[in-house]
């Protein structure tokens, strides 16, 4: 716990968690994850380019750079199922109800 002095009153801040830490985590991991990986938009925007310059449209346009580097890190990083998602909220909502009552 850490106290901040703000106009004389002190506020206490306790630390959060653990558990509701890990489940929010793994709520949004995905996101965080891809968003590094996808890298600069800079660099994405140049393959796409490069793939409408040789011509990738429809069908062809799934063989392109741009199309495969997003394929490859959604298929590596995939989202949370509904199933688990489902999960999560019900077990961070019981979490939060135990933080409530202490």
């Not at 929010?24 to 994850?33: G, K, N, V």
């Not at 394929?71 to 961070?92: M, S």
Request: no cysteine.
């Amino acid at each position: 716990m850490s106290n901040i002095e703000h106009n004389e009153e002190i506020l206490t801040i306790s630390e959060p968690d653990p558990e509701i830490v890990i489940r929010l985590d793994e709520l949004s991991a995905h996101e965080h994850q891809r968003q590094i990986r996808y890298g600069r938009i800079e660099n994405q925007l140049d393959m796409l380019y490069k793939d409408i310059d040789a011509g990738l449209f429809g069908e062809a346009a799934k063989t392109g750079s741009f199309y495969l580097h997003i394929k490859t890190i959604k298929d590596e990083v995939p989202k949370v199922t509904d199933e688990r998602k489902a999960e999560l909220e019900t077990e961070l909502n019981a979490l939060f109800a135990n933080t409530a009552e202490e």
